[in-house]
């Protein structure tokens, strides 16, 4: 049985096992990994025909812990108790919910002191006692001598019954529960994207500008979240982006390239030399960098949405992007082309749909390229393939349920 302190508005967890209010999905499911001994069942449950529609959620069932991610942001949004006999809860040091202590009113009243009357939830059918980022639910009890027509629910007895679930949650009530920032505990040590535009001109794309957010010193000398935006452009070297954007998560050298047989044939009869392109893999960023073997330049970028139902997912952080797109067509019929009048721009982001951006820049006659992913351990994907589209300079792979799993960007040769 998990041993965990309840801080109202911020987190509910120990020493070795907190949740905090904020913190993304994947340091979550980072936290579950570690306590495997302690934690043996975890469900991830969504929608999977449209998983921004409701939120994402990791279910300890066998500790009655319910972990609940806003959908877009993929931050915990809400840590929900749903079995108060599974888990022993204390706060500032005392017990309140344990085999030998009852999660009563009276003990809530003991523990947490005096608070507004509770309200009664219809759509639950229980009352909801609501302290500051904290809230306890009770079963109704029905007046048994109301009429058929109108029931009476009343609030239980003080020691009659129990706890049935308890909420942390920021803000005054569990209704308004809202998404915080990433929080300074939270960092780590690490480097995080709170937002990244694509830099475009004439449709063709050259560079991208992160907005990071990271731990340092002000001018107090006192840790903050500072937050600064950087710029990295096709051709920029290894150690321009280093100095830009710190040591990768993870470099990954690319060992054969099984898209050639697309390439024309004087491609493919080329002698491949021992070198070898690499990518640098910014997992908080949700970004790849793509490096010539040759050049050591940077010649691609690999945006990630992160979402439930994909082969990566949980491999990166959401990269919460902004493409302007606009749309091209022929000059007096010729095979040149030109920009299409401005009032039309299109911004695509880690939200849209497949379905508005393939009318807009395609058209419905377009057809993909399949992309089925698998691993030499495991030679199956339970997901499923994707399809991947082309168009000007990015590549849109886009999962079967519409949503977009990433964008590449690549440098068009002069």
Known sequence: MLDLEVVPERSLGCDNCEFKLGMPFM????????????????????????????DLVLKLTN???????DSQSQRLKIIEVFDMGKVKLKYAGVVFCSPEISPTRSQIDLSFGATRPPEFDNSQQSFILSFRGLSFSFPAVVNKSASAERTNPQFPNLNSVLVSKMSVFSG???????????PFHCYNGGVYSHSLDVLREDSRTFGVQVHLMFEGIDSSTSPSKLKEAKTICFGNTVQDVLSLLGAPGKIFYKAEDKMKIHAPPEQQLRQSTNRSDYFFNYFTLGLDILFDAVTQRAKKFVLHTNYPGHYD???????MFKIPLTKSTPVDGGSQTSLLDQTEPMTVTAFSKWDEIHTYILGPESRPIVLNRISSVNATNPFGPTYCYGYQDMIFEVMPNGHIASITLYQIKE
């Open 27 to 54: 340091q979550a499911v980072q936290i579950l990994q570690k306590q495997c001994r302690n934690v043996s069942v975890v469900d991830v449950n969504y929608v999977e025909n449209d998983p921004l529609s409701a």
């Open 63 to 69: 500790d009655g812990i319910r972990l609940i991610f």
């Open 172 to 182: 005054s009530c569990l209704s308004e529960a809202k998404v915080i920032e990433l």
């Open 313 to 319: 997912f949980n491999i990166y952080y959401r990269c």
